[in-house]
């Protein structure tokens, strides 16, 4: 079952990553599309893709030190989605066709990258819920924070609607913030998943096995 559950998060990831190099690819194609122009796309093909190989590189760095241990799908799958969510919201033009798609983007993309750091660090040593449950809760908020620095430097500083844009701001804040306490919530609610055993240390297996024969 959890050779399933673990190829099912598989391709979720591996298909999450191929969406995302063509939805950035279209962008970068048709920069004078309506939908894409003044939206920092060159920025969003440079940012996007290093945060979506943000967890292999971990984890092949963890190998490198000796860390065995499965590849982790589902925070990768976790990871990547929010940056899909928001290039196909550009394709499809809806960050302007439909009104409420901003903040459900807000919300609903800092509940997927909480729900993401939520699945690393039930990989980790136990937690009590609660300090889970603020962990997710705080890495969230500080993406949130660091996406709307990053976006009035690309926006806001070239256009005059700073009251506006400020209530935008501070909500988008909000939302984000909302999104990464109930991944934080629902984190902190979850069983912990069963790792694998890690593998024996050679040096002491052959000491083990070299025991009897000396004493012999």
């Given at each position: 079952m959890?050779?399933?559950?673990?190829?099912?998060?598989?391709?979720?990831?591996?298909?999450?990553?191929?969406?995302?190099?063509?939805?950035?690819?279209?962008?970068?194609?048709?920069?004078?599309?309506?939908?894409?122009?003044?939206?920092?796309?060159?920025?969003?093909?440079?940012?996007?893709?290093?945060?979506?190989?943000?967890?292999?590189?971990?984890?092949?760095?963890?190998?490198?030190?000796?860390?065995?241990?499965?590849?982790?799908?589902?925070?990768?799958?976790l990871?990547?989605?929010?940056?899909?969510?928001?290039?196909?919201?550009?394709?499809?033009?809806?960050?302007?066709?439909?009104?409420?798609?901003?903040?459900?983007?807000?919300?609903?993309?800092?509940?997927?990258?909480?729900?993401?750091?939520?699945?690393?660090?039930?990989?980790?040593?136990?937690?009590?819920?609660?300090?889970?449950?603020?962990?997710?809760?705080?890495?969230?908020?500080?993406?949130?924070?660091?996406?709307?620095?990053?976006?009035?430097?690309?926006?806001?500083?070239?256009?005059?609607?700073?009251?506006?844009?400020?209530?935008?701001?501070?909500?988008?804040?909000?939302?984000?913030?909302?999104?990464?306490?109930?991944?934080?919530?629902?984190?902190?609610?979850?069983?912990?998943?069963?790792?694998?055993?890690?593998?024996?240390?050679?040096?002491?297996?052959?000491?083990?096995?070299?025991?009897?024969?000396?004493?012999?």
């Amino acid at each position: 079952m959890e050779l399933v559950h673990r190829a099912s998060w598989r391709t979720i990831a591996i298909f999450l990553k191929a969406a995302l190099a063509v939805l950035l690819a279209l962008a970068l194609a048709f920069p004078e599309w309506d939908r894409f122009a003044d939206k920092a796309m060159g920025a969003r093909a440079v940012a996007y893709p290093l945060a979506a190989l943000l967890v292999p590189a971990i984890w092949l760095v963890r190998r490198r030190l000796g860390r065995r241990g499965p590849f982790p799908w589902d925070v990768d799958a976790l990871l990547t989605a929010p940056f899909v969510i928001d290039v196909a919201g550009n394709a499809l033009d809806l960050y302007d066709a439909v009104s409420w798609f901003d903040d459900a983007c807000h919300f609903g993309n800092w509940a997927l990258l909480g729900a993401a750091a939520g699945a690393a660090l039930l990989r980790g040593p136990a937690l009590p819920p609660w300090v889970t449950a603020l962990l997710v809760t705080g890495i969230g908020a500080t993406t949130a924070i660091t996406w709307e620095i990053a976006e009035y430097g690309a926006f806001i500083l070239d256009t005059p609607e700073s009251v506006g844009i400020y209530r935008d701001t501070l909500g988008d804040e909000a939302l984000g913030l909302l999104g990464a306490a109930t991944a934080g919530i629902l984190t902190a609610l979850r069983p912990r998943p069963a790792l694998p055993a890690p593998a024996p240390d050679p040096l002491t297996t052959s000491a083990r096995e070299q025991t009897p024969a000396q004493a012999t």
